[in-house]
């Protein structure tokens, strides 16, 4: 783990919303983060190679011992161990899983149908409707609606109109995110000798590592000639990402078939520094930048589709920086940690 990626923010943004309430959080053991607060404690554990294994000896460990058990990126496999750790069924308001995302199949959701049999008490939390119903149609008693907590590494402007500074694509460089048609975009930009300035991020994901296509994007990236463009490839402090976003036009070209009802960090982050969004359309960004009317959607992510989009938020960028500005506001209230951390302290645990 590092600070790359929404697993950080979001420990970071429960942390400080806990007041004085002991958190244990359990940690990759070459895990490069710190968490704030003299009530977090944190213990380096988990090896890459061996964590499922790892996971099952814990989870047996902990399902014992007092106190709740909270796992923030839970996944179909955390259900099976943790069915197979526990020696009965385990207590309401002992466990409880946040899915941030489902890729369903016929064969997965077997699975949960058998466990929601076995373990009934489970509390099953996801930041969207379409999560939450296929663990409701499964047969869990217990899913819940609670909103995706909002990064602390950026605080709302309170400055409510900046200046157009450039482009950003925010965040690590990864297929599913775009990267492929962000490198073309710039190829683009360099070959029609536009001079707009784009802060480009191309870091590793939070294990620190590119697949094999995503390396390859970024070695054709740093051969393009472009001058305008500033490359960050490695993980950046709070205020040195923070400070990306002021005046910027964030491209969010996701894969649609990935994150079309998948709640992106990157996204909340953008429209909190009031900065409006490129992305493609069926995305759950693209959702939210047309409930705000916060930037322009495109059906598909060719950089002569994108360029137009960004022209066109260039033309009126006080207007749609101030729409940005406005949905981060109400953002900030709807998606606050402190929606999450009420519902893990209601129950006795």
């Known amino acids: 783990m590092s600070e790359t990626g929404h697993c950080y923010s979001f420990l970071t943004s429960l942390c400080k919303?806990?007041?004085?309430?002991?958190?244990?959080?359990?940690?990759?053991?070459?895990?490069?983060?710190a968490f704030t607060g003299e009530n977090v404690q944190v213990k380096r554990h988990f090896h890459s190679k061996i964590r499922r294994l790892q996971c099952f000896g814990l989870y047996k460990k902990l399902l014992e011992a007092p106190g709740k058990l909270f796992i923030s990126t839970a996944g179909i496999t955390d259900l099976i161990l943790l069915n197979l750790a526990s020696r009965g069924k385990i207590a309401r308001g002992k466990v409880y899983l946040y899915f941030h995302w489902l890729n369903i199949s016929d064969k997965k959701l077997a699975y949960l149908r058998k466990i929601a049999r076995k373990q009934p008490n489970l509390m099953i939390l996801a930041p969207t409707s379409t999560?939450?119903?296929?663990?409701?149609?499964?047969?869990?008693?217990?899913?819940?609606?609670?909103?995706?907590?909002?990064?602390?590494?950026?605080q709302h402007s309170k400055v409510e109109h900046n200046d157009f500074t450039g482009l950003l694509y925010a965040g690590a460089a990864r297929q599913d995110k775009g990267i492929s048609a962000v490198v073309d975009l710039v190829e683009y930009m360099c070959k029609l000798g536009l001079q707009i300035s784009f802060r480009l991020q191309n870091s590793p994901d939070h294990r620190g590592?590119?697949?094999?296509?995503?390396?390859a994007e970024i070695q054709r990236l740093e051969k393009i000639p472009y001058p305008y463009l500033q490359l960050f490839p490695e993980t950046l402090m709070p205020d040195e990402y923070a400070s990306l976003f002021v005046g910027a036009i964030c491209i969010q070209l996701y894969d649609a078939s990935v994150f079309s009802d998948r709640i992106s960090g990157v996204t909340l982050d953008a429209l909190s520094a009031g900065s409006p969004i490129v992305t493609t359309a069926g995305t759950w960004t693209a959702r939210m930048v047309q409930r705000f009317n916060a930037?322009?959607?495109?059906?598909?992510?060719?950089?002569?589709?994108?360029?137009?989009?960004?022209?066109?938020?260039?033309?009126?960028?006080?207007?749609?920086?101030?729409?940005?500005?406005?949905?981060?506001?109400?953002?900030?209230?709807?998606?606050?940690?402190?929606?999450?951390?009420?519902?893990?302290v209601e129950q006795p645990g």
């Open 131 to 154: 999560v939450i119903n296929t663990f409701q149609e499964a047969g869990f008693e217990n899913a819940r609606l609670v909103p995706y907590p909002i990064s602390e590494q950026i």
């Open 295 to 344: 930037g322009v959607i495109i059906d598909s992510p060719e950089p002569e589709k994108t360029l137009s989009a960004i022209q066109e938020i260039i033309a009126e960028y006080t207007l749609y920086n101030k729409n940005a500005y406005k949905a981060g506001l109400i953002l900030q209230q709807e998606n606050s940690a402190k929606f999450l951390f009420n519902t893990l």
């Open 209 to 215: 590592k590119y697949d094999a296509v995503t390396k």
């Open 17 to 33: 919303v806990s007041k004085e309430l002991p958190l244990c959080l359990w940690v990759n053991r070459n895990a490069d983060v």
